[in-house]
């Protein structure tokens, strides 16, 4: 996969702990990349610790800002877009019954909407260069559901086949459009959970482990590079055998 080298990749969510490997592995192989989310601090940090980054500081939820953002991220990696990783969502977690209007319009708004104008301006980017990859981050729950995300389940699900459509709209343009489905993987977040929940989760998963920020990085690698250039509108699933499409 050293046809990465000098690519230039838009990373969003990259200070999480999926984001962060992300960064780390397309670093060591000489990647452009351009780190975005909301934390600056945590963004400075990865300027300092990888030579081939540069930050941006974004909020997906501005949505009215994302075509100058994509504008902004290119012209600081050279005006060409090669990658984009849409890694960036949140959750707001409750009962249907007890979910108002404002926690599910957040949550769609933010992960899916904003997601697909991430993709909408980087294709008209990548429309230039007849050639790009969009990898979007989505989730084993939208394919499973989960217990009180019925806002988050149903982002996660739009996206991916949002995802379809849109290989179908830009397969002739050699723009691959395709999704990483991450199982539970051990991040801050999962860091949190109950010990005898996570041990029920685990006793789920074929694997009878977590997955590591590592194996969703090299996901990434794959759709990144030409060796998945015959792959569009695909979701890739790492879960562990958790889910099996």
């Not at 690519?7 to 670093?27: C, E, M, P, Q, R």
């Not at 953002?69 to 060409?80: P, V």
């Not at 982002?155 to 995802?163: E, N, R, V």
Request: glycine share 8%; hydrophobic share 40%.
């Amino acid at each position: 996969m050293n046809d990465l080298k000098n690519k230039n990749i838009i990373v969003t969510g990259a200070t999480g702990g999926i984001g962060n490997s992300i960064i780390k592995k397309l670093d060591n192989l000489g990647a452009n990349i351009l780190a975005s989310g909301t934390k600056i601090e945590k963004l400075e940090e990865l300027k300092k610790e990888f030579k081939n980054v540069k930050i941006l500081r974004f909020d997906i939820s501005q949505s009215d800002q994302i075509e100058n953002f994509i504008e902004d991220a290119s012209n600081e990696l050279g005006a060409s877009l090669d990658c984009i990783v849409n890694n960036a969502g949140i959750t707001q977690d409750n009962l249907a019954i007890r979910m108002n209007i404002d926690e599910w319009k957040k949550v769609i708004d933010i992960n899916l909407t904003s997601t697909f104008l991430m993709c909408k301006f980087a294709i008209k980017k990548m429309l230039k260069t007849k050639k790009g990859k969009i990898i979007n981050i989505t989730s084993v729950v939208g394919h499973t559901g989960n217990l009180g995300q019925a806002n988050y389940t149903a982002s996660k699900a739009g996206i991916i086949a949002m995802s379809k459509s849109l290989a179908i709209e830009y397969a002739k343009k050699n723009i691959n459009i395709n999704c990483i489905s991450p199982g539970f993987i051990k991040t801050a977040m999962t860091d949190k959970i109950d010990e005898k929940f996570k041990d029920l989760i685990i006793s789920k998963i074929p694997s009878a482990r977590l997955g590591e920020p590592e194996d969703i990085a090299n996901a990434v690698l794959f759709l990144a590079s030409s060796q998945s250039d015959y792959v569009n509108g695909e979701t890739l699933h790492v879960n562990g055998g958790m889910y099996m499409a």
